[in-house]
Every structure is written in structure tokens, then in C-alpha cells.
């Protein structure tokens, strides 16, 4: 017998045997409600923000209402923590933001990037405080 007669008869019994397969799927509800089910229940569909390149940090301020900083390009995002609209944008930087930190109190905010500066803003209106030199590379922290 030759590959291709082989090949036809291996075909024609593959096919004549060959059965669908009946996949079977819970019944939705089906489960008993338990804790855990209610509680991640509870959440909503998450925010998203369109980001105009990768984001490299994300910080949150330790002050009430806990608004959230996220960097990402050449700007700083300050985000509301209720509503996670954009609160205010922070763009005065000539290269690539890496890190953003809140101080304690919630009352300014650090960035440093690309550049070798560390540049220090009034959290509330976004105004630069200060211009700390020093690095001579990249500020990563």
C-alpha cells in the first residue's frame, strides 16, 4: 500500500467516526450566594483614562480626599479620587516623567524624570515651587 491510499483510508474512517462533542455549561445562578460573591458584587466597572504614552508611576496623596497622581509622557495627572476625572494636568516638563510623590500632608507633590531635575508643585493648583539641581542623570525617585 502506498502513503496516499493510506492516507484516503484513514480519512474516510475518521470521518465516519468522528462524534461532536456536547460541552456542558452551568446554569448561571446556579452557585450558592456566598460573602465573597456580595462583595465583589458591590464594584463598579472601572475608570479608564486615555494615556498618551506608558505610565510610569502611580501615587496617591496620604490627605484627605486621596486624589491619585499618575505620570505618564512629559506631564502629571492629578486624578479626583471620587469621580477618577482628571483633576488637573501638570506639564512642565521638557522629558519623560518617571516618578511623582505626594508629601505628607497631601499639600505638594515631587516629580523627576528624564531630565535632572526634581521639580516641586503646590498639589492644588499645580503651580512649580521649587527646582531642585543637582542629579546628573536621570531622577528615577
Known amino acids: ?9 484513514w480519512a474516510t474512517d475518521v470521518g465516519a467516526t468522528y462524534r461532536k462533542v456536547e460541552v456542558s455549561r452551568p446554569n448561571k445562578g446556579s452557585e450558592a450566594e456566598t460573602p465573597e460573591h456580595r462583595y465583589w458584587r458591590r464594584f463598579k ?4 483614562h486615555k494615556a498618551y504614552s506608558a505610565v510610569h508611576c502611580v501615587t496617591y496623596n496620604p ?10 509622557s512629559t506631564r502629571v495627572q492629578i486624578y479626583g479620587a471620587r469621580g ?11 522629558d519623560v516623567v518617571y516618578c ?4 505628607r ?3 505638594l507633590l515631587a516629580a523627576s524624570g528624564e531630565e535632572t531635575d526634581v521639580k516641586v508643585f503646590d498639589a492644588t493648583s499645580g503651580g ?7 542629579h546628573t542623570k536621570a531622577v528615577h525617585a
Not at 500500500?1 to 483510508?9: A, K, N, Q, R, Y
Request: hydrophobic residues 40%.
Open 63 to 72: 490627605a484627605a480626599p486621596h486624589d491619585f497622581a499618575a505620570t505618564n
Open 84 to 94: 477618577k476625572v482628571v483633576k488637573r494636568t501638570i506639564s512642565r516638563f521638557k
Open 45 to 48: 466597572t472601572t475608570a479608564s
Open 105 to 107: 500632608d497631601g499639600k
Open 128 to 134: 512649580m515651587l521649587r527646582l531642585l539641581r543637582g
Open 100 to 103: 511623582a510623590s505626594f508629601r
Open 1 to 9: 500500500l502506498g502513503f496516499s491510499s493510506v492516507m484516503e483510508d
